[in-house]
Structure formats: C-alpha cells, structure tokens
C-alpha cells in the first residue's frame, strides 16, 4: 500500500499526488482551486500553480500530418500499419487488426512525415475521436488518421489527455459532419482550440492522469491472467486431468455419461417481441443477451407480464440456452445464462429453458459445465445455417455429456465461483477507477 501511493497510484479509490486528493466519497480534491469568473482555470488544480491558462489553435502549437489519400499497397509482413481500427481511447490495439506494408515501400507511405515515439494519432473518421500515443518505432499509419506534435508551448502527454477529456471531445462531434458516419476535416481540427498551462503545470497534469492510466492498465492485466487462470483449471476439470477429493481424502466415483435429454428438462421459448415494452417491470433473455461466456448482457429490454409472457417466466435455478446466432461464426450458440432469482427474468423465441433434474445435475456446476469451451463446440458441431447459425435443440438433446458426482460437483462449482468472485471484485476495482478519471477529466481542464 505505501509503494503503491508512493508512485501517485490509486489505491482504495484514493489518489494523493503532491497535494492532491480525491477519495470514494467524491470529495472535492483537498488543494484545488475553485473556478473564478475571471480567470480561466480549471475547477481541480494543484496548489502551486496559479497562473492563468492560454488558448490558442491546434494549428498554431502542433506539426500536423494528414494521412488521407491515396491507400498504401499492403502485404502480409513488413511495417506494421496503424490503421483507425487500431486506435483506441489512450492507447494502440495492435491486436484489433493486423495489416503491413512492404518494408521497401515504408519511406514512400510515410513520405508526408515519419511519425516519432510519443507523437499523437487522432482518428477522424470510423470512428472519429480516437486518441493514442505513438509507443513503437517504425510503424505505418493508414487513412483516417492525422499525427499531432507538439511545439514549444505543448506536451505530447498533456495534448493526449486534454483531447480525450470530455471538453475536447464535444468539441470536435460539434464540428463533425456525416449523419450515417460522422467525421471532422483536417481543416476544422486545426481550427479548434486547445487549453493549456505553463510547461511545468502541463508535465504535473499530465504525469498524475499517468498514474492513473498505469493503475488501470495493471487491474487490466490482472482480470485478464485471472481469466486465463480459470480457462486453464476448466480444461484440466472438465477433462478430468484434475480431480478433487472427498473430504475423507479419498477419490471421488468416476464420471458417468448420459445424454443431454436425460439430465435436463426443456421449455421452448416463442415469439414475445410484441409484448416489449419500456414501462415493463421483467427483463428479457433474448439473442442480444447472451455474452459468449454465458453472462447476461443488461440492454435495457423490459417486458409486460401478462397472461401470454408469464408461460415463459423463469425461476432462479433455471438455465437458458441461446440457439439461434445472427452471425456466420455463431459465437454465441449454445452460450447458456444462470437465472439468478425469481419472477424477473422471461425468455424470448429462440431460448430454451433448461431445468436441472437435481438428483443429477447443480444448476451452478451445469452453467459452468455447458459454458466450457469443448462443449460448446460440441453443440456449435450440431448447428446448421450459412449466414446465420442455429441449432435445432432435439440434436442438442442426443448429445452426449459426463457428470461427476453431486459432491464433487459442488467442489467443482465453489472453486470455480471463487474465481469469478475475483474477477467480478476486479473488475469492479477497474470500472471505480475509470470513473474517478473521468471525473479527473471533467474537472482538471478548461
């Protein structure tokens, strides 16, 4: 804890960095200054800055290279190419998509100018407002991407944050045009105003939103190693590589295989689209809620209870499995949702209610039983369809699946519920901490 507020990172939801402060209960930050009609100075700011802030045009205190053009030739190895896809908020998703050009051809794409290590890239279009920082060495980037630098009046790192806070970001979707795409021209992004201190406040602002992002990105990696971690333990149970014993120490009995008929009940869902509704009290499971790891995606969908939706009304226990996927790849298919209490939950056509035969089957074992990754193949290997993928749940039932014991299920279910309890508490931490910087935002800029 005393390292991790040593190095300006949040912890406990409390950030303290040179004389700044915000905690859980929204506090205003213990040194900042209030906004004064006339001055212009943000509502949060650290204590031994009072000078006014300057405005001026992005064009007058940034090097600017328009992209757009003509599209660079591509190959399958070379110099990686930064297109907008790859562009996020904050950072480079060299994973969203991967694209080169020809290594000979390199200084001919980038003849407009050689982006440089920390250099900004602003997306303007698909999506527009996309803002990262330069992090490797020669890298190629596409169309619809423009690279900032800063002059003498400007840091890189501070222009990153002060465009991706909320001001900045209203301002450039005024000037955007387009209805089905939006997008703002070079013209008018070198038109817009930027914000700023002195240098030194700059480098402050900028090295404490820093910390922030670090924090984030280290509970990032953490849910994700969490979430390997359980991927892995899942292959070596479902596979039975690993195994628990009772509480005497001694081997559970070997898994017995059944059909899929014989361990669930089944329920088909029908067509209830008619009865949704904005003023209904119960939320729908339809094909839009269903995560691929089974977790139920809030849209916001309700439904009316009535004689005709009450049929289809589940009850805390049952388990719901999709059939139906609106894409080629039916990534979906066959994910199967947890009903987590009574009288709230109705599911739509396309939706198969399961109900656990309990002298066989827990429902919290069989949510993670049928959500294992070689299972669900197992169904996707029974579907049908070209553009779109269902399957037809009478296959489904001749499936066969292996079920340990009631006892080793439970040790089974609890283990692997620890696991997503750490994930969940995570995940939690991340989605604090990005809203305490986005407070940051609103308040540390003008």
Not at 19 to 48: H, Y
Not at 432 to 438: D, G, I, L, P, R
Request: proline residues 3%; charged residues 25%.
């Amino acid at each position: 804890m005393a390292a991790e507020n040593k190095n300006n990172v949040i912890a406990k939801q409390t950030v303290i960095a040179n004389g700044v402060k915000q905690s859980a209960n929204k506090k205003e930050i213990a040194s900042a200054k209030k906004l004064r009609n006339d001055v212009r100075v943000p509502k949060l700011r650290f204590n031994e800055f009072v000078d006014g802030w300057s405005f001026d045009k992005m064009d007058n205190i940034t090097s600017y290279v328009d992209y757009r053009g003509r599209a660079p030739e591509k190959s399958n190895e070379g110099v990686f190419l930064v297109t907008a896809k790859n562009i996020k908020k904050g950072y480079i998703d060299y994973d969203k998509s991967k694209e080169y050009v020809p290594l000979e051809n390199y200084n001919l794409v980038m003849s407009k100018g050689l982006p440089e290590l920390g250099d900004i890239l602003f997306t303007t279009e698909a999506p527009l407002g996309n803002i990262a920082q330069v992090d490797k060495q020669k890298i190629a980037l596409a169309q619809r991407v423009i690279k900032l630098r800063g002059k003498d009046k400007i840091e890189n790192l501070y222009l990153l944050h002060y465009m991706l806070s909320p001001i900045y970001q209203k301002l450039i979707h005024r000037k955007a045009i387009g209805t089905t795409v939006q997008g703002i021209s070079g013209k008018e992004l070198r038109k817009t105003k930027v914000a700023f201190p002195t240098l030194p406040e700059q480098q402050k602002i900028a090295s404490f939103l820093t910390s922030v992002d670090t924090k984030i990105q280290q509970l990032t990696t953490k849910k994700q190693l969490l979430e390997n971690y359980k991927k892995g333990v899942m292959q070596q149970l479902f596979s039975q590589q690993l195994r628990f014993k009772n509480d005497d120490g001694l081997d559970f009995p070997d898994w017995e295989e059944k059909k899929f008929g014989e361990v669930f009940n089944n329920i088909g869902g029908t067509a209830l689209e008619k009865h949704f509704s904005k003023s209904g009290t119960h939320k729908v499971v339809s094909i839009g809620n269903y995560s691929t790891e089974g977790k139920y995606n809030e849209n916001g969908q309700r439904i009316i209870l009535n004689e005709k939706t009450k049929t289809k009304l589940l009850d805390k226990g049952d388990l719901v499995m999709v059939l139906n996927d609106k894409t080629s790849t039916g990534d979906i298919i066959g994910s199967t949702i947890l009903i987590p209490e009574n009288n709230l939950y109705i599911y739509n056509q396309r939706s198969e209610r399961l109900i656990c035969i309990r002298s066989i089957i827990y429902p919290i074992y069989a949510w993670f039983q049928l959500n294992y990754k070689e299972f669900r193949n197992t169904v996707f290997s029974v579907s049908q369809g070209g553009t779109q993928i269902y399957v037809n749940f009478s296959e489904v039932k001749k499936l066969n699946i292996k079920i340990p014991s009631l006892k080793e299920q439970q040790k089974i279910a609890n283990y692997l519920s620890a696991i997503d309890i750490k994930i969940e508490n995570v995940q939690t931490q991340i989605e604090k901490t990005q809203a305490f910087k986005k407070g940051l935002l609103q308040q540390m800029f003008v």
